[in-house]
């Protein structure tokens, strides 16, 4: 009997416990900060993969053919 009832107890203070820390949890992250935090951030993924879409796509000889131009330009 006392076993049970020591059970319920460390029971239900992990409960209590793990609600208070999820409350504490979910008010930070619904700061003011933390969301402009979260929006620089996936601004900056989205500039990434923009980047790395466009470097992707654009081929190597494009990239080199402009510098051998110079290159003559200023030999020549």
Known sequence: MLEILITLIVKKSVEV???????????WLLRDESFQR????????ILVLYLDWILLKTSLKSLLEP??????HICG
């Open 67 to 72: 510098a051998k131009e110079n290159d003559s």
């Open 17 to 27: 416990i793990l609600v208070l820390l999820l409350k504490k949890i979910w008010a």
């Open 38 to 45: 979260l929006n620089h951030f996936l601004k900056m993924q």
